[in-house]
């Protein structure tokens, strides 16, 4: 088996990320296309606050994930649409995925990550370093709370 991560740089790859994204968002999630899809997931070549991920097994996509380069006062930036096909779950390929947006998000020299978790992915974050604070809070009428990573 071949593991292959792409950082994301053509619109053909892009399609494939944005593929996984409705598989697992729109389709099994039932979260609202006009949320899901947005502005940072424009052309790639052109789209310069956000760089996508994009991990292909044995040459098949089948997990993806985001990373907006805007910092918040901490300095932190913002990982979202971290998504892995039903069938491949529970084999390490979300954790691939986090550490490939991670390792990005240090050579872009931010110094940490917030995001918002969905309140069943936080075993998964926390199993990546990852703290949760404050209360639970609904985005796309799905209960999250915020979660944070500062890097060493
Ligand atoms: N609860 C607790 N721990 C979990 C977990 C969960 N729901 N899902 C994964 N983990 C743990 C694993 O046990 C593993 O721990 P280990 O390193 O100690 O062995 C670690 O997290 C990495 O798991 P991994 O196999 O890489 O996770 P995955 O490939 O199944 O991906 C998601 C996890 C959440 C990305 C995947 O379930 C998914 O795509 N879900 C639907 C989309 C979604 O909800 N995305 C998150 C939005 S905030």
Same mark, same amino acid.
């Given at each position: 088996? %071949?593991?292959?991560? #792409?950082?994301?740089?053509?619109? @053909? ?6 593929? #996984? ?16 899809? @947005? ?5 790639? %070549?052109?789209?310069? %606050? ?9 040459? %098949? ?12 006062? /901490? ?14 779950? *529970? ?11 991670? @390792?990005?998000?240090?050579?872009? *020299?931010?110094?940490? #990550? ?8 936080? *075993? ?7 703290? /949760?604070?404050?209360?639970? !809070?609904? @985005? ?10 500062? !890097?060493?």
């Amino acid at each position: 088996m %071949t593991l292959e991560v #792409i950082r994301i740089r053509t619109q @053909d790859e892009l399609r494939e990320a944005l593929s #996984i994204r409705r598989r697992v968002f729109i389709e099994e999630q039932a979260v609202d296309e006009a949320i899901e899809i @947005d502005h940072h997931d424009g052309d790639p %070549t052109v789209v310069t %606050t956000c760089l996508h991920v994009l991990l292909l097994v044995d040459s %098949t996509p089948v997990a993806t994930g985001r990373l907006l380069l805007e910092r918040d006062a /901490a300095g932190h930036a913002h990982i979202g649409r971290v998504a892995v096909l039903p069938q491949h779950r *529970g084999r390490g390929y979300g954790a691939v995925v986090m550490q490939e947006l991670h @390792d990005l998000a240090r050579e872009q *020299g931010i110094s940490g #990550i917030t995001l918002a978790a969905q309140l069943h992915a936080i *075993g998964f974050y926390e199993s990546l370093g990852y703290v /949760a604070r404050g209360d639970v !809070f609904q @985005d796309a009428n799905i209960d999250h709370r915020w979660m944070d990573l500062r !890097f060493l």
